[in-house]
């Protein structure tokens, strides 16, 4: 939902006339600006604006390029000083997540020191739902609804197929917190539901303990379905899983490759001896414009208005938060606040012991409560004459460069 | 889509009610009928049988098990007749593949040969479109519209993402036929879309190939997005990916191991030297009724109406057949027809050369006309108070076992 946050922060400039004299998208974040990649929003149609609600993934493209600390180099830093004077640039809005969020508070730190008058403001957008200082993230809820349907879905496939194939392990999005595994355990509303167990990253993971689970589950309901975060973690702190094509070993001593839904199918038709399916949605998970949440994509926009407001209020080096209001999911409400671009910069928020039960092994009602509101509701969708949707492309306007000088990242 | 099709079945048959005394529904297929795990469906609530059509999978379980040739092992097959002796059936609808159409052929003649008057009348439903004698197969229309979802949003995250992540591979299923993962082509409609290049088992698959479309691909568009099946297979007719958990050598004499996905994205890595990632989205794409095609459901429910409506009129050993009228997609129209169940079991399907292009790597206009019309509209779903579809379970009441005897199966 990256793109409903850029029309939201589009739609709502252009609604400032007086302030901004023009509106420029920069080409794969700030490498657009370092290498004054920039294109000319305002030549874009307004209903390719608009349809930026309804696409998937960054229009304007991303990166996963680090700014520097200014004291190591300052050679990029006065790059982007001399594009954003080239080109009067006096509002800096950037959509991400924390390493977003360091770019976005550097590049602010810098315009103050360098006496440059400009505000820049940050928008949160993570489906792995980490940012400190916010109640949750655009992109979360729709990640969170996606794969509760698919979990759910794949759920019925064992319960259809459980005669041969017994077991199914989802491998979810998630490094370091268990946000998106958890999510798909608002599926289960009933003991035969999927999914059947979930892991995240923040309980360290057992392999033993997690054969006894899948063995007490078989007992129980005659199937098993698995939600596990890519990122679990053993007792040490090790990766279970590390990436396709190298190898680890569990502590049965099998050598076990690939990611931890291919390690945890190997596991049970090992070591609880049934056939087991895994998937991985990958990509797909994050991208899943089809069955997005209404409440995610509206407060991704909302969240990109707030940005644009907050900066012609004179706002800057912060950026905008969702609040949550209201007593409980049946209340839910969601309005705007700011934090210090730095403390979103530095911190990190995993989910709490609390929203897991005791074993370890499932959500809590307090997990549900928390996710549920933010799943409500289906998203617009364009769909053609194929049957598939339809989704926007940027007519992408080059700027005409005015720096004189191309420049080369020291990074790839 | 079985459960659209198994609605269509109750819900015709309830409409001749001088013609049939009850509606029973078997448990695992056959396996019901010869462990006499039967339910009577005229206990299930209207709301239960009509929410079948919006339910993935199969509400009355399913099996993977192949009746032997009656010169074999006579004992399933007088089981079967005692079990329906007792029960008084007289009409047998079998919903599936052609592994199901086979053991429907056997039943049916099991009763002729027996001089037990019992219509057996199968239907079509395999997401792989692999069946002879139909133009199309109920479920494949559906795993074409989603998985054409997937990989047109898996390609907006690679557009994105390219300055990191230049390449993702979706593995798709299809063992032996390429038709699920040439459906994925339609969802290029730019050459800027995915899927930039389509790999099916039906055209012998070389590493060496894949590498030079790759690099030709990133030299073009600067990203490229593979659909491959799992079934691919190498000049000598061997798979190329192993099951994961094993191994194979490709022609470079690397070890890979895992699935096509996780081969092709090792394969990108080494020999193309960008990053890559897979999705594999596995049982989740036979199963997502949240995004499922209206025209696929709708043509599951006319295909076990369809058998009613002949076995009624005195057919049997038929298959209902889907025929497709008018010319082009644009007129798309479905009639159903019949066909000998024994041409079905003994038939297979593969996808035409001509729906290829002459490289081998993408689709050509006709495999979209062929398969456009069976991705047209969306499903109807519901959806709960948390925002994940609501299903229906049947609630398996349980007829009163009749034949004084438990019955053991000689395969698992």
Not at 279 to 286: A, D, P, S, V, W
Not at 303 to 318: E, L, P, S, W
């Amino acid at each position: 939902v990256i793109n409903a946050s850029a029309c939201g922060v589009i739609q709502e400039a252009a609604r400032h006339e007086g302030v901004f004299t023009g509106i420029l998208g920069s080409h794969n974040g700030i490498l657009g600006v370092l290498h004054e990649d920039l294109f000319d929003l305002t030549r874009e149609s307004s209903r390719t604006i608009d349809d930026l609600r309804r696409t998937p993934a960054s229009a304007l493209g991303s990166c996963r390029y680090k700014l520097k600390d200014l004291d190591a180099d300052r050679a990029d830093y006065e790059r982007i000083l001399e594009v954003f004077r080239a080109h009067d640039i006096r509002f800096f809005f950037y959509i991400g997540g924390n390493d977003s969020m360091d770019t976005a508070d550097k590049v602010s730190k810098l315009a103050a020191d360098s006496g440059y008058a400009m505000a820049a403001v940050g928008v949160p957008k993570t489906i792995d739902n980490d940012l400190a200082e916010t109640d949750h993230c655009p992109g979360y809820g729709s990640v969170a609804k996606y794969l509760g349907a698919a979990v759910m879905e794949a759920g019925r496939d064992t319960e259809a197929m459980y005669t041969t194939d017994s077991c199914a392990v989802l491998e979810t999005m998630g490094r370091h917190a268990g946000w998106i595994a958890a999510a798909t355990g608002v599926a289960q509303r009933t003991p035969e539901d999927a999914p059947h167990l979930v892991y995240v990253p923040e309980i360290a993971f057992s392999i033993e303990g997690f054969v006894a689970d899948v063995k007490a589950c078989l007992d129980r309901v005659g199937r098993c379905v698995v939600a596990a975060s890519e990122g679990l973690v053993n007792d040490q702190g090790a990766y279970i899983a590390t990436e396709a094509g190298s190898f680890s070993t569990d502590s049965f001593g099998h050598t076990q490759m690939g990611g931890v839904g291919e390690l945890l199918k190997n596991v049970v038709e090992a070591d609880v001896g049934v056939k087991c399916r895994y998937n991985k949605l990958g990509t797909c998970q994050r991208t899943a414009m089809h069955f997005a949440s209404r409440t995610d994509v509206d407060e991704a926009y909302l969240a990109g208005q707030a940005a644009v407001r907050a900066a012609v209020d004179g706002v800057t080096d912060k950026m905008v938060t969702l609040l949550r209001e209201g007593d409980g999911p049946a209340n839910y409400a969601c309005r705007t606040g700011l934090a210090d671009l730095r403390a979103v910069a530095n911190g990190e928020k995993l989910l709490p012991r609390s929203f897991m039960n005791e074993a370890g092994n499932h959500i809590t009602d307090a997990m549900r409560d928390y996710v549920v509101p933010l799943m409500r509701g289906q998203a617009d969708l364009r769909v053609g004459e194929d049957g598939l949707p339809v989704f926007a492309r940027l007519a992408r306007r080059a700027v005409k460069q005015k720096t004189g000088r191309s420049y080369s990242i020291t990074q790839p």
